[in-house]
C-alpha cells in the first residue's frame, strides 16, 4: 500500500515556541491532505483540509494563525503549530489523498508541551 | 452532515471468540463507511472500505463489516478473535468518497486470553 511519513513522530517544546510537523507521501502524489488531533482516549477531530497550490480550509473552531498549514507540494504538507501552549499537547495525525482511491494515514506525531 | 454513533467505548472478548464491534451513521448522502485499527502511539490502518458496492465487506485481518442501510449500521465483525487484535477501533463516514472522514468516538477491543 501507499506509504504517507509523518515527521516527528514525537516532540517535546517549550511553552511560546512553534512547532512544524511534516506530512509526506512517499510513493504517490496526493491532491489533498487532511489534518487531525487527537485529545487523549478521544476520537479524531478534523482540523483542516489543504489542496496543493491552495490555501488550507479550517474546520469551524480551529485558529488558523496558530495552526498554520502549508501545502507546497503534491507530495508534502506541513503542520506548524505556532506559540504553543500545553492545551496544544496531542496526537496530531495527517492523512493523504490521490483523489482515486483511499485516503493513507501517517504515523502520527505526539505533541508535548511543557 | 454526516456522523457516527460507536456502541460500547471497551469491548472485552475471549481469545478465539466472536468478535463484534458496533457502528451507525447518520448520512444526508449515500454514505462511504470505513473502519480503521489504532495501535498505541500509531497512525491508523484501514481494515475495511464500504463504497456502495457489494454490502458485505471483507478486510485484513479476518474482519468483515456488513452495511445495512435500514438499519443504518455498518457493525465490524470477526468469526474469532486473536491476541493481536487488541487495539482501538474507529469506524468513520465520509459524504462522496472525499475521504474528508467523520470518525466515531472508537472502541477499545481487548482480548482475553
Known amino acids: 500500500g501507499a506509504v504517507v511519513s509523518q515527521h516527528p513522530s514525537r516532540v517535546i517544546c517549550k511553552s511560546g515556541t512553534s512547532v512544524k510537523i511534516e506530512c509526506r507521501s512517499l510513493?504517490?502524489?496526493?491532491?489533498?491532505m487532511f489534518w487531525y488531533r487527537q485529545f487523549p482516549k478521544q476520537s479524531l477531530m478534523l482540523m483542516a483540509t489543504?489542496?496543493?497550490?491552495?490555501?488550507?480550509?479550517?474546520e469551524q473552531g480551529v485558529e488558523k494563525d496558530k495552526f498554520l498549514i502549508n501545502h507546497a507540494s503534491l507530495t508534502l504538507s506541513t503542520l506548524t503549530v505556532t506559540s504553543a501552549h500545553p492545551e496544544d499537547s496531542s496526537f496530531y495525525i495527517c492523512?493523504?489523498?490521490?483523489?482515486?482511491?483511499?485516503?493513507?494515514f501517517g504515523q502520527g506525531t505526539r505533541l508535548t508541551v511543557v | 452532515a454526516q456522523s457516527v454513533t460507536q456502541l460500547g467505548s471497551h469491548v472485552s472478548v475471549s481469545e478465539g471468540a466472536l468478535v463484534l464491534l458496533r457502528c451507525n451513521y447518520s448520512?444526508?448522502?449515500?454514505?462511504?463507511l470505513f473502519w480503521y485499527v489504532q495501535y498505541p502511539n500509531q497512525g491508523l490502518q484501514l481494515l475495511l472500505k464500504?463504497?456502495?458496492?457489494?454490502?458485505l465487506v471483507k478486510g485484513i485481518n479476518g474482519f468483515e463489516a456488513e452495511f445495512k442501510k435500514s438499519e443504518t449500521s455498518f457493525h465490524l465483525t470477526k468469526p474469532s478473535a486473536h491476541m493481536s487484535d487488541a487495539a482501538e477501533y474507529f469506524c468513520?463516514?465520509?459524504?462522496?468518497?472525499?475521504?474528508?472522514?467523520?470518525f466515531g468516538t472508537g472502541t477499545r477491543l481487548t482480548i482475553i486470553p
Open positions: 468513520a463516514v465520509s459524504e462522496g468518497g472525499n475521504e474528508k472522514l467523520t
Open positions: 489543504s489542496n496543493e497550490g491552495s490555501k488550507a480550509t479550517y
Open positions: 464500504y463504497t456502495s458496492a457489494a454490502t
Open positions: 510513493d504517490f502524489q496526493a491532491t489533498t
Open positions: 448520512s444526508s448522502v449515500p454514505p462511504y
Open positions: 492523512s493523504a489523498y490521490t483523489g482515486v482511491t483511499e485516503a493513507f
